[in-house]
């Protein structure tokens, strides 16, 4: 059932809220500063998706279309997809079709709440956009990042403190790996999901997602196309020969011309004269991209007009790898940084829902995707949930402490919640008035001689406003040792809902909150008031 929401840029500006979550970057990029206008092409809107959505739906190749559709297909085989996901397919042919996509690592079991932010926020995005605009169809797609090779990352997940860990067989790509040893870390989960139906419902999805594929890649698609599959969800799998076949002019011209380095160097000079303390979310190299080999995914390094990698001993000029991209494409996989530009060459996207590290290194990236003549999509971070249960919430009611209260950071939300229940009044800002009226004579006296009094009287009043600055935090210090019992009752709530002082929903596992409720109402609920939520942060009891 749904609490309440609150504006993301309402806690931003006066909470402090950002000051533990978002870099001086994402700041920027929430409130749509001018400076940052040159490095995005613009937020999502109802006008500005509409206006991309015509652009981009006219421009993008039908022999691509049909390429990505008769993919999809071969990579849905194995799901015996129904008819309805087979025309979700399909409809990426029509020339009006256009994509809103949300990407992710292959974390076991779903990993982090967040994953499920991510994909609810582009399947409701895409419904909103076909409501006000008949004349396209939209497509969520949720793009897997099986390409990847930090399998550290990804092979585990919480249950509250505890940690499930798969001893998972390294394959290079993670999408690649055998689900091998995957029915121990069902066995190990059964002891908790075994007391109700709704638990044992995980235990069903875990066993049918996980130990009937071959892969980690299929099985996160079974997995993503079994929670979210009947709101029109798409899953592409990037590993794949015949999409990297349409990528191959971008394969080669990042060997020969070193775009990436160059663009994404020239945009992090750019950023740092426009934000405060920049610090690049991923740094570019001379080339951006792996060889797969082996089960290794390798680094292709350059030295003197000669191509190799880090491990293989082969050696190539460009013109033998050039041939070596075109005979076999899926070989090559880009990094981090490319991988946008890949996905956005094989779909006819608009936008991209993602995290504030994702869209951090979005904003490094427009000078390189002109470079490479690639469309650059409409940017949208994702929303930020806070679950809560009826107990937590009664309690927060019980002791008048504001929801909102709870995203402060650690210190200020101690500090602030002393002065709430303080029956003394802690706040020496009238002092520090009466004291600044107290000098104003001065400074007139001043003003009448010589500049050196001038000097004495603001070294005085500094002085004294200093004094009045450390009275009020001894104070604050002394009733917070008074009213300890009260305020620890508010931080235990605080630190149940923001474990290690983080985001739930980078940690807390989803089985949580299903566990109890299901797996259709837990969904079905979650999408539903994600609809409705504004600016990007929701609170929601469960």
């Not at 499930?164 to 091998?180: I, K, L, S, Y």
């Not at 009752?489 to 409720?517: G, K, M, W, Y």
Request: proline share 4%.
């Amino acid at each position: 059932s749904y609490i309440n929401y609150f504006c993301l840029m309402k806690l931003i500006e006066s909470l402090g809220y950002h000051r533990g979550v978002y870099a001086p970057l994402m700041q920027q990029l929430l409130r749509n500063d001018p400076a940052l206008k040159s490095f995005h092409r613009g937020l999502v809107s109802t006008k500005a998706a509409t206006k991309v959505a015509s652009n981009r739906a006219t421009s993008f190749d039908q022999s691509k279309r049909n390429t990505l559709v008769e993919v999809l297909h071969k990579q849905y085989e194995h799901l015996a997809p129904d008819s309805k996901t087979r025309a979700q397919i399909d409809a990426l042919s029509a020339s009006n079709a256009v994509t809103i996509t949300t990407g992710h690592q292959l974390n076991l079991f779903t990993g982090p709440l967040y994953f499920w932010y991510k994909i609810l926020d582009v399947i409701n995005g895409a419904a909103a956009m076909q409501q006000v605009d008949d004349k396209h169809q939209y497509v969520p797609v949720f793009w897997m990042a099986s390409e990847d090779h930090d399998i550290e990352e990804i092979n585990h997940f919480f249950l509250g403190e505890q940690k499930v860990r798969w001893e998972a067989v390294t394959a290079g790509a993670v999408g690649r790996m055998p689900t091998t040893g995957l029915d121990v870390i069902l066995d190990e989960l059964t002891p908790y999901w075994n007391s109700t139906d709704q638990a044992k419902e995980l235990l069903v999805l875990f066993a049918n997602c996980y130990l009937q594929e071959g892969t980690l890649a299929k099985a996160t698609r079974r997995l993503v196309h079994q929670l979210f599959g009947a709101d029109g969800i798409i899953v592409v799998d990037g590993d794949d020969a015949a999409l990297k076949s349409l990528f191959v002019p971008m394969f080669k011209a990042e060997v020969r011309e070193q775009f990436t380095h160059k663009g994404v160097t020239q945009t992090n000079t750019a950023l740092k004269k426009v934000v405060k303390d920049f610090k690049p979310q991923v740094n570019p190299r001379e080339i951006n991209l792996f060889y797969l080999f082996n089960d290794k995914r390798l680094r292709i390094t350059t030295d003197a007009n000669r191509f190799g990698t880090t491990e293989n001993p082969t050696k190539w000029t460009f013109q033998s790898l050039s041939e070596e991209i075109e005979k076999h494409p899926e070989r090559f996989s880009p990094n981090a940084l490319m991988r946008p530009l890949y996905q956005e060459c094989v779909l006819p996207n608009i936008a991209y829902i993602g995290g504030g590290g994702e869209l951090a290194y979005w904003l490094q990236l427009k000078t390189t995707f002109e470079k490479f003549d690639i469309p650059y999509p409409l940017l949208q971070h994702r929303t930020t949930v806070l679950l809560m249960s009826e107990k937590q919430v009664k309690k927060c009611n019980k002791l008048n402490l504001p929801i909102a209260d709870l995203f402060l950071p650690t210190a200020t939300f101690i500090n602030k919640r002393v002065r709430q229940i303080s029956d003394i009044d802690i706040d020496f800002s009238s002092q520090r008035e009466v004291l600044k009226d107290n000098f104003k004579a001065f400074h007139d006296l001043a003003a009448q001689t010589d500049k050196s009094f001038l000097g004495a009287v603001e070294a005085q009043e500094k002085k004294q406003l200093k004094g009045l600055d450390k009275l009020e935090n001894r104070l604050l210090r002394a009733q917070r040792k008074k009213l300890q019992d009260e305020v620890v009752r508010a931080t235990d709530i605080r630190n149940d809902l923001f474990p290690n002082n983080r985001l739930q929903e980078r940690t807390a596992h989803f089985s949580a909150f299903v566990s109890e409720t299901g797996l259709t109402h837990f969904t079905k609920e979650l999408k539903a008031t994600l609809s409705t939520a504004v600016n990007g942060l929701a609170v929601i009891q469960i």
